[in-house]
């Protein structure tokens, strides 16, 4: 096939990859070029490999040699050499000198090649926003409102404060893209650990930062800005050899299970001093003991939090002040959140209800695919056996979509192969227990078949973000259940009525809760140490148990009083353990 190229041509310059390397226990991945668009600045015809090839200069300074030839074995004019392929009709590295360096750097030069990366940041960044027209149509990409405002109420904070923060950003909002325009603009150039609850998110966000995003194509860092060196912690680290990569990098990222517990406890202060930030993504893990015991290491050194959900089912608080709250309301309404109708069966029997779910769930998985939606239907359960019942169902009932089961004791290979069968449509059924794990990322599960109902908002609210999500080709959410169901939590049972309208419900329920969050979370952070704190009990912050004990309180309303004198009111024989006055409230 024969292609010829002339000034003002634009052509793609595919990705180009380094090699991934092994430092330690850890992997190390970077992205030496983006893929992107180019104009041809001029064109001039050389000889490579015995060949005639084209010798193109791009108007943004770069020189490629594209060949037809399959070998090169001699030496080149310009930045690389591209050949084209036939069968892909496509673009493809032969040769790179910024790919031949970056692969030949030892440590030492990959440390000061990192210090290079932060450099060519700064100064780049610009707040460009998402443009629609009177339609609601985009017509200039860019951040989203949610993403801008996170992002200001993130400097705002660290101009005066390096406490704990949190930022509330709805499924769908893009938190993740956050991050990002937080590491790169915010964050001068200081190295970031990041950390996930679980190995599919780990490896979805580390590839999030490889890539940067949507950041270069929103032309909201510059071109030239160079992509950052990510570190990805896949095992537990032994000793501090085990951390001699982290220089190395300008972000990793990793699970609380790999940093946070077993041997990497002896050295997770180590491990904060070679960071200078910490970003906590799916915050609403943080009030477990392992999440607390690792943040407080960071103590004094910017910490923020990202979630949907800051409530939890246990009642445990996620602390960290809420600096920056995007209602649900207004993901509805923007559009990032796909709207959600409830479709209700009934029936007081479990085994006639199960029957009813699968057949109403199939017969909308039908029908989308029929009205053109790439649609796949997601059955929750809540325990493996459970899930094992409900699966021979769907496999009974519909083997030409072929169900899937994942669950806690499938296997990992099974697990990915029962994955892939979903991204390729081989199957278009999954069933499985919770959500099949927090972030699994795939906008086409658009149908819910709940066959044992959620207990809690928080949980509900996660789940429900997997069906919400934007994309091509999908329509809006559908969620099946049985309204009979006499387990349904009496703080639930408004969304478990025949004409429940999920989009308000839900939105007026998270709203409420985060309201409710936010206020207690001030308060707390307002209450002041009256007591004079010492070894024995060194706690500095109220905890929020406190505020809800479970044995019997006695309050007394005593009008007026002077609250910092209440230990003159004490019998000598009483010994306080913590005493906090709030002069705010108070």
């Known amino acids: 096939m024969s292609v010829s190229y002339k000034k003002g041509d634009k052509i793609l310059i595919p990705e180009l990859r380094a090699r991934t390397q092994t430092i330690g226990a850890s992997k190390v991945s970077h992205l030496v070029r983006s893929r992107s668009l180019e104009t041809i600045g001029k064109v001039e015809q050389t000889k490579l490999g015995g060949r005639w090839a084209s010798k193109l200069f791009l108007e943004c300074g770069e020189i490629y040699i594209i060949t037809f030839s399959k070998t090169i074995r001699e030496d080149y004019e310009g930045d690389g050499v591209l050949s084209f392929d036939d069968e892909l009709g496509q673009l493809k590295w032969m040769k790179s000198r910024s790919l031949d360096r970056y692969n030949n750097f030892d440590e030492q030069n990959l440390r000061l090649y990192v210090d290079t990366v932060r450099r060519s940041w700064e100064d780049k960044f610009i707040f460009k926003t998402e443009k629609l027209d009177d339609d609601g149509r985009v017509i200039s990409e860019g951040l989203r409102p949610p993403q801008v405002g996170a992002l200001y109420a993130i400097g705002a904070h660290w101009a005066i404060s390096n406490s704990s923060a949190t930022i509330i950003m709805p499924t769908g909002t893009g938190k993740t893209e956050t991050m990002l325009a937080t590491m790169v603009s915010a964050c001068n150039g200081g190295r970031v650990l990041v950390i996930v609850p679980s190995d599919s998110l780990r490896s979805q966000t580390a590839e999030k930062f490889i890539t940067l995003g949507l950041l270069k194509k929103f032309e909201a860092l510059g071109k030239n800005s160079l992509n950052p060196v990510v570190g990805v912690m896949k095992r537990r680290p032994i000793s501090p050899d085990c951390l001699g990569f982290i220089e190395c990098c300008n972000i ?62 246990d009642g445990k608080i996620v602390d960290g002040k809420v600096i920056f709250n995007y209602p649900l309301s207004l993901a509805q309404k923007s559009g990032y959140f796909k709207p959600i109708e409830f479709k209700p069966i009934f029936s007081l029997d479990f085994e006639k209800a199960d029957q009813m779910i699968a057949t109403s769930a199939i017969d909308v998985l039908q029908g989308d695919l029929e ?204 010994e306080v353990r913590g005493a906090w006055f709030n002069e705010v409230e108070g």
Request: hydrophobic share 40%; with cysteine.
């Open 252 to 313: 990793v990222v990793a699970t609380m299970s790999t940093i946070g517990q077993g041997t990497s406890l002896g050295l997770t202060t180590q491990i904060a001093s070679n960071f200078d930030y910490l970003f906590i993504d799916e915050a609403h893990h943080v009030p477990a003991s392992t999440w607390q015991n690792f943040r407080e290491s960071f103590k004094g050194k910017p910490v923020i939090q990202f979630t949907a959900t800051p409530f939890r089912r």
């Open 371 to 574: 009205a053109g939606h790439d649609h796949l239907l997601m059955a929750r359960c809540d325990s493996i056996r459970r899930a094992e019942m409900v699966f021979n169902l769907y496999e009974k009932l519909c083997p030409e979509f072929c169900p899937v089961l994942v669950t806690s004791k499938t296997g990992k290979v099974d697990r990915l192969l029962r994955t892939k069968q979903l991204f390729s449509r081989t199957s278009r059924i999954l069933v499985c227990v919770d959500m099949f794990g927090e972030g699994f990322d795939l906008p086409n599960l658009k149908i819910a078949a709940v066959h044992d109902i959620h207990k809690s908002l928080s949980i509900l609210l996660q789940f429900t973000g997997r069906f919400t999500r934007t994309a091509r080709s999908v329509g809006g959410a559908k969620i099946i259940a049985n309204i009979g169901n006499v387990n349904v939590s009496s703080a639930l049972e408004r969304l478990y009525s025949e004409d429940a309208d999920w989009n308000t419900l839900l939105s007026e329920y998270s709203s409420e809760a985060i309201k409710s969050h936010s206020q207690l979370i001030e308060f707390l952070q307002n209450c002041k140490r009256l007591d004079e704190d010492d070894e024995k009990n060194p706690v500095q912050y109220i905890s929020p148990e406190v505020l809800n004990p479970k044995f019997s309180l006695v309050a007394f309303d005593g009008g007026s009083a002077n609250l910092k004198n209440f230990h003159y009111g004490l019998p000598r024989h009483e």
